[in-house]
């Protein structure tokens, strides 16, 4: 009896991983949908525009394509491509901004959640999640380069202060299928809140140059 019992098990379980195998991104089998299909299907009632969101532009195929590990021919390619692309910066031409101000950013991981989001709040940039930005923080992510000292270390011109805010704005036209978020090109940040960003890490008084 036990015998029987573990083979209907192993045959239970064959047919489980069969049916999820036939959920491929592109079409669906048997009456499964697609991993595409799936996930498009579960986002009702979003802002209107968000549906965008599910469509990916042609940096992010590619890069999806090669697990974010691109040849050098495809990231060159896609740095290219997102060097091409508008940088907007702020309408008083100060892209250093007040680190104060660049500090609650920072430490906000708020927005770009489906429902929950209140159309009058601004977005976080959740950079500590990432990076380690100040020595005070305790609680940092390490997936990015740590930050601490970022302005003390590179100075303040022009070229690094604009390399700075181009960078965030969008990070894919330095490094290829980076794991940053493209914040300006994205819209997740305004001009002004990049600015800020760029006066926490620049600013001599900001945490992260003491």
């Not at 960078?167 to 800020?196: T, V, W």
């Amino acid at each position: 009896m036990k015998t029987s019992n573990k083979i209907l098990l192993s045959v239970g379980a064959v047919a489980v991983l069969a049916a999820c195998g036939g959920m491929g991104s592109k079409g669906g089998n048997a009456g499964f949908p697609s991993a595409d299909q799936a996930i498009a299907s579960s986002w009702e009632n979003i802002p209107a525009g968000w549906e965008k969101r599910l469509v990916q532009d042609d940096t992010q195929k590619v890069c999806s394509a090669a697990r974010d590990k691109p040849s050098k021919a495809d990231a060159e390619r896609v740095e290219k491509m997102n060097l091409a692309m508008k940088v907007v910066y702020p309408a008083s031409g100060k892209l250093v901004g007040d680190w104060k101000k660049g500090e609650a950013i920072a430490q906000s991981g708020y927005g770009m959640r489906v429902g929950d989001d209140a159309p009058n709040r601004a977005n976080g940039g959740n950079c500590y999640a990432c990076h380690q930005m100040t020595k005070a923080e305790l609680s940092f992510g390490t997936l990015g380069p740590g930050l601490n000292q970022y302005g003390k270390l590179r100075g303040n011109s022009e070229t690094i202060v604009k390399y700075t805010y181009d960078k965030i704005y969008n990070s894919q036209a330095f490094s290829a299928c980076s794991n940053m978020p493209r914040f300006g090109h994205n819209a997740i940040l305004n001009p002004e809140q990049i600015a800020d960003l760029v006066g926490l890490l620049m600013d001599p008084a900001s945490p992260v140059n003491q």
